[in-house]
């Protein structure tokens, strides 16, 4: 299920590409007379630990990027939809400028796919003249993009396109359909004219249905693996997309107007925001490195540095959450962005005082970085969430041993940096050991021994897009249904134990529980409150609150699922899920050589001339490490 890996030398596209067509579409008039409704899909059954409470306070980032990139593309009409908040919302009922949208974009991870199939469905259900053209993104589109198509008893509920790859491949998709839509036709009829002069093919990054003339077998045609946009410095700042959020209510239509923006400081107390991609682990339960094909990419520190201040100036915006899969990947990257932010003034105070965030790392990479955390801390970070998964390092080895770990956490205490811990609960780790780490509750206690604020705790799942999905449904210990019930996505969230070879898995539920309640708890206050951490004493017993009464309610959900657990059956999956219908792959595509034009001139990065497989040299960043 892993994604594969574009040829060396091709994983790109074109220096300056995406300020291109954007630039193209903003020109073309059909652009302008657009409208689109952009929805986050979110199942409510998943509001639970880690993320409850801070999840209503977040507006997705993805969601937010395809918002940005249309209206630099010159699509202004749009309103963007999070179900979490507005959750009745309806396609079908949705009116922009008087009338039905032209564009219907669905964004999803696998946790929340039941939502976006409702919505697909609703939106299947307009008269043909007037039906939206509809695209899905996210996680689920990028990993299973076939469960978008052939839906309903007789196969007739389906997405138009599964977009799988970043804004530039949607902006590629649209003005390719642009190419191809007649005077007063609808997007969906420029798509279907399109796909059937075979004009979708070239894009790499799709995936669509095809229904052959006279009666053919049905199939969906893969276009293959995006090519990335290397410098994240050509995407729009993130400013416009704030403008179009819909108010928070129960309705199934749009109201009247947005959010004004003077107000959105109030809906989004954190706000999420593109850093870097890319790490250099290549754990088999994650699908971040196939995903960026192995590279990094990152924001110039003065363009990350525009992008905050110009949010808190324009928003009144102060805390972010960068959405990096491991921010200190590069430890040069990491000083020159840190001690830039540290430069800057906000209203004529120091950066710090005005602009906090924080962002995912890796220990192995935070322990390199010990002498940077007092920049850290002058540049506005005030967080790491770490994926330690377990400090014996039996699910995986990647620098999390518990000295170092101590070490690391120390540091950041010591520098009013919050340590945030992500724990895997796996087979065979037992609740208690004597006298060793191993045990569960081992290791949620020595993590706050040591100046842990909070603490993640999943159980190791199945992940879509990963090395370690396929094996526990070949091994047939993937969970089917419980009590006769379906397992359904929603519950692959970590938080239930849907796969497990144990023949008790409802001791292992109430391990995730009880690992949570060793972390947050009365006594733990009361520690917080005699032995407050000289700079961190707020955030310690604040996070002690917040997570005693996310406990209680995620107790709740887990004692019922373990319940299910106990009383049984269970029936186990027997074969790896996958496409419904036949999928075939579109011609294959031309390796671009012209790499040296992707060398920024005032580049610091280390840079080495490869050979690729079509002939020539091209010329790429090595990564630290690799």
């Known amino acids: 299920m892993e994604l594969p890996k574009r040829p060396l030398g091709d994983e790109y596209v074109r220096p300056g590409a995406y300020r291109a067509i954007s630039a193209r579409l903003a020109a073309n008039p059909k652009m302008r007379e657009l409208t689109a409704?952009?929805?986050?899909?979110?199942?409510?059954?998943?509001?639970?630990?880690?993320?409850?409470?801070?999840?209503?306070?977040?507006?997705?980032?993805?969601?937010?990027?395809?918002?940005?990139?249309?209206?630099?593309?010159?699509?202004?009409?749009?309103?963007?939809?999070?179900?979490?908040?507005?959750?009745?919302?309806?396609?079908?009922?949705?009116?922009?400028?008087?009338?039905?949208?032209?564009?219907?974009?669905?964004?999803?991870?696998?946790?929340?796919?039941?939502?976006?199939?409702?919505?697909?469905?609703?939106?299947?259900?307009?008269?043909?003249?007037?039906?939206?053209?509809?695209?899905?993104?996210?996680?689920?589109?990028?990993?299973?993009?076939?469960?978008?198509?052939?839906?309903?008893?007789?196969?007739?509920?389906?997405?138009?396109?599964?977009?799988?790859?970043?804004?530039?491949?949607?902006?590629?998709?649209?003005?390719?359909?642009?190419?191809?839509?007649?005077?007063?036709?609808?997007?969906?009829?420029?798509?279907?004219r399109a796909r059937d002069n075979d004009a979708l093919e070239d894009i790499p990054g799709l995936y669509y249905r095809v229904d052959p003339p006279g009666g053919g077998e049905a199939h969906l045609v893969d276009t293959g693996i995006q090519r990335l946009v290397q410098y994240l410095d050509e995407y729009p700042v993130p400013l416009s997309s704030f403008s179009k959020m819909e108010p928070k209510h129960g309705e199934e239509t749009l109201r009247p107007a947005p959010i004004p923006t003077e107000k959105i400081h109030k809906y989004a107390r954190i706000t999420s925001l593109i850093m870097t991609h890319?790490?250099?682990?290549?754990?088999?339960?994650?699908?971040?490195?196939?995903?960026?094909?192995?590279?990094?990419?990152?924001?110039?520190?003065?363009?990350?540095?525009?992008?905050?201040?110009?949010?808190?100036?324009?928003?009144?915006?102060?805390?972010?959450?960068?959405?990096?899969?491991n921010f200190l990947n590069k430890r040069e990257t990491v000083e020159e962005i840190v001690q830039h932010l540290g430069t800057l003034r906000v209203r004529g105070q120091r950066f710090h005082k005005q602009i906090r965030w924080g962002t995912e790392a890796t220990i192995h990479d935070a322990y390199k970085c010990i002498d940077l955390m007092k920049d850290m801390r002058l540049g506005g970070m005030r967080a790491l969430w770490f994926g330690i998964e377990d400090l014996t390092g039996t699910v995986v080895k990647k620098g999390q041993a518990g000295t170092k770990t101590a070490e690391v956490f120390a540091a950041m205490n010591a520098h009013g940096l919050c340590p945030m811990p992500m724990m895997m609960h796996h087979d065979g780790q037992p609740f208690y050991t004597r006298g060793s780490l191993y045990g569960l509750w081992n290791q949620v206690r020595y993590l706050r021994k040591h100046g842990a604020i909070s603490v993640q705790i999943t159980s190791l799942t199945p992940a879509v897009g990963t090395n370690f999905f396929d094996k526990p449904y070949l091994d047939e210990i993937?969970?089917?249904?419980?009590?006769?019930?379906?397992?359904?996505?929603?519950?692959?969230?970590?938080?239930?134990?849907?796969?497990?070879?144990?023949?008790?898995?409802?001791?292992?539920?109430?391990?995730?529980?009880?690992?949570?309640?060793?972390?947050?708890?009365?006594?733990?206050?009361?520690?917080?409150?005699?032995?407050?951490?000289?700079?961190?004493?707020?955030?310690?017993?604040g996070m002690q609150v917040i997570g005693m009464t996310a406990t209680a309610k995620t107790a709740i959900d887990s004692i019922r699922w373990a319940w299910r657990l106990w009383r049984g059956p269970i029936e186990h999956c027997t074969t790896v899920p996958g496409a419904s219908l036949r999928v075939v792959k579109a011609r294959p595509q031309e390796i671009e050589t012209q790499r040296p034009t992707a060398i920024p001139p005032d580049s610091t990065e280390v840079w080495a001339e490869r050979d690729v497989a079509s002939g020539g040299k091209v010329r790429l960043p090595i990564l630290a490490g690799s």
């Open 478 to 541: 993937v969970f089917k249904t419980v009590g006769g019930r379906r397992v359904d996505e929603a519950q692959f969230d970590g938080n239930h134990v849907v796969a497990s070879n144990e023949a008790k898995p409802w001791r292992k539920q109430l391990n995730l529980i009880m690992g949570y309640a060793a972390f947050y708890n009365p006594i733990s206050l009361l520690g917080a409150m005699i032995r407050p951490k000289k700079r961190l004493a707020g955030a310690d017993m």
């Open 278 to 325: 890319g790490c250099k682990f290549r754990c088999s339960y994650c699908p971040i490195p196939a995903y960026n094909q192995n590279t990094f990419r990152f924001k110039s520190p003065e363009r990350l540095g525009e992008e905050m201040l110009l949010l808190n100036d324009k928003l009144g915006l102060r805390n972010f959450f960068g959405t990096d899969d």
């Open 37 to 192: 409704l952009i929805m986050y899909c979110f199942d409510r059954r998943t509001r639970l630990l880690p993320f409850l409470f801070a999840d209503s306070r977040i507006i997705p980032a993805g969601m937010r990027a395809i918002g940005d990139a249309l209206d630099h593309a010159g699509l202004t009409k749009s309103r963007l939809v999070f179900q979490l908040w507005s959750p009745n919302v309806r396609p079908s009922k949705a009116r922009i400028d008087g009338r039905l949208p032209d564009l219907l974009l669905i964004s999803a991870k696998q946790i929340h796919a039941q939502r976006a199939y409702e919505l697909v469905a609703d939106a299947c259900g307009i008269p043909e003249a007037q039906r939206p053209l509809i695209l899905c993104g996210g996680p689920k589109s990028i990993y299973e993009p076939w469960d978008y198509f052939g839906r309903g008893e007789r196969g007739e509920i389906n997405a138009d396109v599964a977009v799988t790859g970043e804004s530039y491949v949607l902006l590629e998709l649209l003005e390719r359909i642009l190419e191809h839509k007649g005077p007063g036709e609808t997007m969906r009829q420029g798509f279907l």
